[in-house]
């Protein structure tokens, strides 16, 4: 059977001539009069119908090969997602994640680095991209996929990216690697979540950092944020230098990063070489004044901080409650909401902070009642209105991958530091209401006749209540 081929393209150009056409049926298999008997309108029929197609792929300015699923342009800023808000409000991290791979196309670079992989969807989007010439790196932890700990979504993700790279330039091939610990330390994790576009559709230069993973349950159980920045190359090259870095999975001298952008910061852990003798969020906290805040920020003249942050334990977490219970003393308005704190932690805000302590929201909640907490706050995030440092007017936002842990200080993390009041604002207003719309669902008569709290329930099947947790931090 014949093939007829326009300029060397194949796929849709290229077909069965028998294919071609309705007309070119007409005869039967045995029917050489076909061609002969051909009228002149068939024929120019016949032409048309090959070449328009290709006539519209030139004017368009593509050709279909380089086809992208979706035309999205991802929108700068926070977005938040909400397991409990819907089915658009709970996706709505991954569906722009999905959508931003899916508006790629050919000859450009995705590069993502995430603790854990284990979305279909993403893993799909990204496959896509890479049949159609797409550039795809990914690094995750050796933690959450290994002998003892199947992970079929990396797997099948690896094994897909690996066709067809022998026909790419060395700097176009895709693959998913993972680091045995923190990728550029000697020790800790590979915990950064952060998502690299060098161009979607007519945007340049797109990176998203923040608490969500590349996986499921980073939408379905958990409260995460991401924040996108496009536009920047110094940016883009920053974070692909040290995504560069990673893929080593080799430790580095300076492990710490700072780059300073005008109202933007960032940060990359592990928080290892110079400029690392203090403890960096102790650091921020003893650079908080509570009274005297002007300008509109604050509430009532005393410095408004509001955090959200999943883990906060042993003693760095003691020395950050300490400080915190003490700044609530001096007159800050704090709101908390968190995850799993160590009990000791937990006691000094509750009971060193002065009347009613430092005011929390325990955003965690066991769904099927086995014992185990499996919705949870996964953000680490803390914003401050108010007093910091020479500033009575400050509006400032930290965010960002890292817990307020001592595993985080070795891991690979990324954190950002963003001087406007717009930002702070809406991670303000966010975490506020975090703290006081706990889901009407979590009901503690919901489970029956299993005994009433979590602790209870974990007791009596002798599991520990933050299994999933520590898990997925």
């Known amino acids: 059977m014949g093939l007829l081929r326009l300029v060397g393209m194949e796929g849709l150009y290229s077909m069965p001539v028998s294919w071609a056409h309705p007309y070119a049926r007409a005869a039967g298999p045995h029917d050489t009069r076909m061609d002969s008997k051909m009228t002149t309108s068939v024929r120019r029929m016949l032409c048309l119908a090959l070449v328009l197609p290709l006539v519209w792929a030139l004017v368009a300015g593509a050709p279909a090969a380089q086809a992208t699923p979706d ?6 800023g926070a977005t938040f997602n909400d397991p409990f808000g819907g089915q658009v409000a709970t996706y709505r991290i991954s569906h722009k994640i999905v959508r931003t791979i899916d508006s790629v196309k050919k ?16 893993s799909n989007a990204l496959i896509r991209a890479h049949k159609r010439g797409v550039s795809v790196r990914v690094i995750m932890d050796y933690g959450n996929w290994n002998p003892d700990i199947p992970n079929d979504i990396a797997k099948r993700t690896q094994a897909a990216l690996a066709k067809g790279d022998k026909h790419r330039d060395a700097d176009m091939t895709s693959w998913l690697k993972r680091c045995r610990g923190a990728c ?10 952060f998502y690299l576009f060098d161009k979607v559709q007519k945007t340049r230069y797109v990176a998203m950092y923040g608490s969500a993973n590349a996986t499921l349950l980073a939408a379905t159980i958990q409260w995460n944020d991401i924040f996108t920045l496009t536009g920047s190359p110094s940016v883009y090259e920053e974070f692909l230098g040290v995504f560069d870095q990673m893929k080593r999975d080799k430790a580095v001298k300076q492990g710490y990063l700072n780059y300073p952008h005008g109202p933007l910061d960032l940060a990359f852990y ?40 999943t883990a906060t ?16 003393r001096r007159g800050c308005n704090i709101r908390l909401v968190y995850a799993m704190f160590g009990t000791r932690v937990l006691d000094v805000l509750r009971h060193e902070a002065g009347p009613g302590g430092v005011p929390l929201t325990h955003l965690a909640y066991d769904a099927d009642c086995n014992g185990i907490y499996d919705k949870y706050v996964h953000m680490k995030a803390m914003t401050v209105s108010g007093v910091y440092g020479k500033n009575t007017h400050a509006a400032i936002t930290w965010n960002g991958s890292a817990n307020w842990t001592p595993v985080s200080l070795a891991s690979d993390e990324v954190l950002g530091l963003l001087e406007k009041r717009s930002v702070t604002r809406n991670y303000s207003k966010w975490i506020d209401y975090l703290f006081t719309h706990v889901p009407g669902a979590w009901d503690q008569g919901h489970c029956g006749s299993s005994p009433g709290t979590v602790s209870e329930r974990a007791a009596a099947r002798h599991v520990d209540p933050y299994a999933l947790i520590r898990q997925d931090l």
């Open 71 to 76: 035309h999205y342009k991802p929108s700068r």
């Open 313 to 328: 334990y042993g003693k760095r977490g003691l020395a950050l409650a300490e400080r915190l219970a003490q700044m609530k």
């Open 270 to 309: 592990p928080y290892q070489g110079d400029g690392t003798k203090k403890d960096p969020v102790l650091s921020v906290l003893n650079n908080v004044r509570c009274s005297g805040a002007t300008g509109g920020t604050g509430v009532g003249g005393h410095t408004k901080i509001r955090i959200a942050q």
């Open 107 to 122: 000859d450009h670079r995705i590069r993502i680095a995430s603790w854990n992989f284990r979305s279909v969807g993403i």
């Open 184 to 193: 550029r330390g000697d020790h800790g994790i590979a915990h950064t979540k």
